[in-house]
């Protein structure tokens, strides 16, 4: 049977390409032979409920166990009345376990012999297991898809439930969400939080399932290539993982687009080229996966750590919760030196141009007169048309954007779009702390390296600071010329057409720079 890379719910082993769950969580069958309950919480769009459906359906077919994956999401209109989201999820529980097709007691039967009109979850789960023939395991996710007394009501039965395992309740109960107990919302809003595990305090531990490892990625693209004959290049599997960093949404989202779109011939061999081709149209497409997390970018919590990250800035006084919101959304991960950065190149990507873009849709028409007649760019010409336009439309431009600390740069940014517009890319690179962010204008056969950094009341001239920058950056792409933007912030300047400026300056490397303050 014919797979394909799947992009879109959870994945089904019979026609999709996927990984074992028990070697992306292998610790878990050891926790459930123990009889634990236990806690998994990870970023959407990872794979948690694959594996865990994956896992359940091991289990059962080990015949040591009935195992099921249960969601509790449909109780979270309900967050103040325990009952009705109970009965709402105990239809849904059925429903799943009826389509299952396994060996447990329907509601109506329950209710018949324990007399019993309105079951609890406690009840349900402590039938169930009496009536399993085989010890029952249980996952339920979205967990933390609901809130108030309906989600303490929960934990708390489960607690209550928990020493009559396994002859009288699950042997093993697994929680799946994107938060870990003590961050479960306490409120519908999500502003207060449980900050203990107390109402869940039988756990044994808690998992954060991980993204693939460029290992993961080399073993689920060979699946491909076994069924197909089409090869992934060694090269291109390391740039996936780069771009993705094992993001696995993303890691079958380049692939389905190259295999069923872009090289759908088994007998065209994916290269590089391919994988950044596929990487661009997935980026101006915005699916799903990619618009969700821009529509976060909306929030006031998310500004306030990703515009310091996006300019170069020391993340503020900001709430610890408000971090750990950033990470289990898979936005920002930890860097190794402990700093928080976006999670791969392409949020990197995503983000800015999500920013930018009504700066872009509020752009005038502006005739590409950087194009020589061989159709690739004049960098001397470019400069004097941003030149003019900056003068004459990047300040009243600046409120296109409610990121305002850097709204020059998503301005500046917009501009750059509308020159590449679909002929070239633009890569960017910033880093917490570093004060700076830069980018890479790639076009046909030109290259063009460019550094951004502010001066701020109180700061001294970044100029010199920027150009020992600039030389490291123009170093990595092996350039001898760049630009080095100042956008001048200080209170009480000129408007920006009457002190937008450029200047000729030569870099501690020696390297020849164009320097552009406005």
Same mark, same amino acid.
């Given at each position: 049977?014919?797979?394909?890379?799947?992009?879109?719910?959870?994945?089904?082993?019979?026609?999709?390409?996927?990984?074992?769950?028990?070697?992306?969580?292998?610790?878990?069958?050891?926790?459930?032979?123990?009889?634990?309950?236990?806690?998994?919480?990870?970023? !959407?769009?990872?794979?948690?409920?694959?594996?865990? @459906?994956? /896992?359940?359906?091991?289990?059962?077919?080990?015949?040591?166990? +009935?195992?099921?994956?249960?969601?509790?999401?449909?109780?979270?209109?309900?967050?103040?009345? *325990?009952?009705?989201?109970?009965?709402?999820?105990?239809?849904?529980?059925?429903?799943? +376990?009826?389509?299952?097709?396994?060996?447990?007691? &329907?509601?109506?039967?329950?209710?018949?012999?324990?007399?019993?009109?309105?079951?609890?979850?406690?009840?349900? #789960?402590?039938?169930?297991?009496?009536?399993?023939?085989?010890?029952?395991?249980?996952?339920?996710?979205?967990?933390?898809?609901?809130?108030?007394?309906? #989600?303490?009501?929960?934990?708390?039965?489960?607690?209550?439930?928990? *020493?009559?395992?396994?002859?009288?309740?699950?042997?093993?109960?697994?929680?799946?969400?994107? !938060?870990?107990?003590?961050?479960?919302?306490?409120?519908?809003?999500?502003?207060?939080?449980?900050?203990?595990?107390?109402?869940?305090? @039988?756990?044994?531990?808690?998992?954060?399932?991980?993204?693939?490892?460029?290992? %993961?990625?080399?073993?689920?693209?060979?699946?491909?290539?076994?069924?197909?004959?089409?090869?992934?290049?060694?090269?291109?599997?390391?740039?996936?993982?780069?771009?993705?960093?094992?993001?696995?949404?993303?890691?079958?989202?380049?692939?389905?687009?190259?295999?069923?779109?872009?090289?759908?011939?088994?007998?065209?061999?994916?290269?590089?080229?391919?994988?950044?081709?596929?990487?661009?149209?997935?980026?101006?497409?915005?699916?799903?996966?990619?618009? &969700?997390?821009?529509?976060?970018?909306?929030?006031? !919590?998310?500004?306030? @750590?990703?515009?310091?990250? =996006?300019?170069?800035?020391?993340?503020?006084?900001?709430?610890?919760? %408000?971090?750990?919101?950033?990470?289990?959304?898979?936005?920002?991960?930890?860097?190794?030196?402990?700093?928080?950065?976006?999670?791969? *190149?392409?949020?990197?990507?995503?983000?800015?141009?999500?920013?930018?873009?009504?700066?872009?849709?509020?752009?005038?028409?502006?005739?590409?007169? $950087?194009?020589? *007649?061989?159709?690739?760019?004049?960098?001397?010409?470019? =400069?004097?048309?941003?030149?003019?336009? $900056?003068?004459?439309?990047?300040?009243?431009?600046?409120?296109?954007?409610?990121?305002?600390?850097?709204?020059?740069?998503?301005?500046?940014?917009?501009?750059?779009?509308?020159?590449?517009?679909?002929?070239?890319?633009?890569?960017?690179?910033?880093?917490?702390?570093?004060?700076?962010?830069?980018?890479?204008?790639?076009?046909?056969?030109?290259?063009?390296?460019?550094?951004?950094?502010?001066?701020?009341?109180?700061?001294?001239?970044?100029?010199?600071?920027?150009?020992?920058? /600039? %030389?490291?950056?123009?170093?990595? =792409?092996? =350039?001898?010329?760049?630009?080095?933007?100042?956008? %001048?912030?200080?209170?009480? #300047?000129?408007?920006? &057409?009457?002190?937008?400026?450029?200047?000729?300056? +030569?870099?501690?490397?020696?390297?020849?720079?164009?320097? +552009?303050?406005?």
């Amino acid at each position: 049977m014919t797979k394909w890379f799947n992009t879109a719910g959870p994945c089904k082993s019979d026609i999709h390409y996927m990984l074992s769950a028990t070697d992306r969580l292998p610790q878990l069958k050891h926790l459930i032979d123990q009889e634990n309950y236990f806690v998994i919480h990870a970023p !959407r769009q990872i794979g948690k409920t694959t594996a865990m @459906i994956s /896992l359940a359906q091991e289990l059962t077919k080990s015949g040591q166990y +009935i195992a099921v994956l249960l969601s509790v999401e449909v109780g979270a209109v309900f967050p103040h009345d *325990p009952q009705l989201a109970q009965n709402s999820i105990l239809n849904h529980w059925w429903n799943q +376990i009826r389509l299952l097709q396994l060996p447990l007691p &329907s509601l109506a039967q329950m209710r018949q012999e324990s007399g019993i009109t309105e079951l609890d979850l406690q009840t349900v #789960l402590q039938s169930w297991a009496i009536a399993s023939p085989l010890p029952l395991v249980v996952f339920l996710d979205e967990i933390d898809a609901l809130s108030d007394e309906t #989600l303490i009501s929960v934990l708390r039965q489960l607690r209550s439930g928990f *020493p009559n395992r396994p002859q009288g309740f699950p042997q093993s109960v697994g929680l799946i969400g994107m !938060r870990d107990v003590r961050d479960y919302k306490i409120t519908a809003g999500g502003s207060n939080r449980l900050n203990t595990s107390s109402p869940f305090n @039988i756990k044994v531990q808690s998992f954060t399932m991980s993204n693939f490892t460029l290992e %993961d990625v080399k073993n689920l693209y060979a699946q491909h290539t076994e069924a197909t004959g089409q090869i992934f290049t060694e090269a291109a599997i390391a740039h996936a993982f780069h771009l993705t960093q094992g993001q696995p949404w993303l890691v079958n989202a380049i692939a389905k687009e190259i295999t069923e779109y872009i090289a759908a011939d088994p007998a065209i061999p994916i290269t590089v080229e391919l994988i950044n081709q596929a990487k661009e149209i997935l980026i101006k497409r915005q699916d799903t996966h990619l618009d &969700s997390l821009a529509e976060r970018l909306r929030e006031d !919590r998310v500004r306030a @750590i990703i515009q310091p990250i =996006l300019s170069g800035l020391e993340i503020g006084d900001t709430p610890e919760d %408000d971090r750990r919101y950033l990470l289990d959304l898979g936005l920002v991960i930890r860097s190794q030196e402990g700093g928080l950065k976006i999670a791969n *190149p392409i949020y990197q990507e995503v983000i800015p141009r999500v920013l930018s873009q009504g700066a872009q849709d509020s752009l005038p028409m502006i005739q590409p007169s $950087w194009l020589n *007649p061989d159709g690739n760019i004049n960098p001397q010409i470019l =400069l004097e048309a941003f030149l003019k336009f $900056w003068r004459q439309h990047g300040e009243p431009l600046f409120k296109s954007t409610n990121y305002p600390e850097i709204a020059p740069h998503l301005v500046m940014m917009a501009f750059l779009h509308r020159v590449v517009n679909g002929g070239g890319t633009l890569e960017r690179e910033y880093a917490i702390g570093s004060g700076r962010m830069d980018i890479c204008l790639r076009y046909q056969g030109v290259i063009l390296g460019m550094e951004l950094k502010v001066w701020r009341d109180g700061k001294k001239d970044p100029l010199y600071e920027g150009l020992e920058q /600039l %030389d490291k950056y123009l170093s990595g =792409l092996s =350039l001898d010329t760049g630009w080095l933007v100042i956008f %001048d912030r200080r209170s009480g #300047l000129p408007p920006i &057409s009457d002190r937008t400026t450029t200047e000729d300056a +030569i870099s501690p490397a020696g390297r020849n720079i164009i320097v +552009i303050r406005g």
